[in-house]
């Protein structure tokens, strides 16, 4: 058993940063790998706001569409709020959200609005990826009602598992790291990624390229969550918050 890893982009936008999308994109069609790319059907979150708004991205989504990357719809505006007392999201990685706490019929109506705007340009989303990680059983509700996704990237597990009628493809690192085994999906944010940071991460895919997979190839391989699975799900979160208090001492 080896570990095998999955590249994932977030935050394409028509404002991305294209120094480093640029760049990023050809070292990944050098080395043969298909990354997942969150797209945000129609960014209003004006910290995205990098590189002047290319007329041309869509076109530049549908290229990636063609060359077989896997596009995820990242949520609809990409507007966060404050998750409210008392909602809960499925996954404790942020405070605020886009989705959390929404009633279902707002939900709907955001997500519905995502996807018909990704449709009329000709691209058909597989996953869905939250901003933030954030979304709660309302979101999953609504999904299922208005699109025809039934892929999520997100979840803390060691293999792609069955949930809630969706197939989640766990993530859990935001770099490359040694793993003795298990599926690893690491996180990228172009958009706040310096040219050294760039550099050092074409470095890292160089020496892990061979243990780099694609969504089509993990959806093949989809199994009911093992005890190390649940294991993993439970020691993960644990391990975050950790980290996160670790990092405020
Ligand atoms: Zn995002």
Same mark, same amino acid.
């Not at 599926?183 to 940071?197: I, K, R």
């Not at 760039?198 to 020496?207: E, G, I, M, Q, T």
């Not at 997979?213 to 005890?227: E, N, Q």
């Given at each position: $058993? ?13 404002? /991305?940063?294209? &120094?480093?999308?640029? &760049? ?33 991205? *869509?076109?530049?989504?549908? %290229? *990636?569409?063609?060359?077989?990357? %896997? ?19 499925? +996954?404790? /990685? ?23 705007? $990704? +449709? ?8 869905? $990826?939250?901003? %933030? ?40 690192? *935001?770099?490359?790291?040694? /793993? &003795? ?8 944010? &172009?958009?706040? $990624? ?47 918050? +950790? ?7």
């Amino acid at each position: $058993m080896t570990a095998r890893f999955l590249v994932r982009l977030d935050d394409a936008c028509a404002t /991305m940063r294209a &120094p480093i999308w640029q &760049p990023l994109e050809q070292a990944l069609d050098e080395m043969g790998i298909r990354p997942i790319v969150g797209v945000i059907p129609d960014n209003r979150d004006p910290t995205l706001a990098c590189s002047p708004p290319d007329p041309d991205f *869509w076109n530049r989504v549908r %290229s *990636w569409q063609a060359k077989g990357w %896997s596009v995820a719809m990242h949520g609809h505006h990409h507007l966060y709020h404050p998750i409210p007392a008392g909602a809960r999201a499925l +996954l404790d /990685m942020s405070d605020k959200s886009e989705f959390v706490g929404r009633s279902l019929e707002k939900q709907r109506e955001s997500l519905r609005e995502a996807y018909k705007t $990704m +449709l009329a340009q000709g691209v058909t989303p597989g996953l869905f $990826m939250a901003p %933030s990680h954030t979304f709660d059983a309302g979101t999953l509700q609504a999904l299922r009602d208005v699109t025809g996704i039934r892929v999520v990237t997100d979840g803390h597990a060691l293999r792609v598992f069955e949930k809630d009628g969706f197939t989640w493809i766990p993530q859990q690192l *935001w770099r490359f790291a040694r /793993m &003795p085994f298990g599926l690893w999906c690491v996180c990228l944010h &172009p958009n706040t $990624m310096t040219e050294a940071a760039l550099r050092a991460f074409v470095d890292d895919l160089k020496r892990f390229a061979h243990r780099v997979t694609d969504v089509p190839t993990v959806l093949r391989d989809v199994g009911p969550r093992s005890a190390l699975d649940l294991a993993f799900s439970l020691a993960y979160p644990m391990a975050l918050q +950790l980290k996160r208090r670790l990092r405020r001492v």
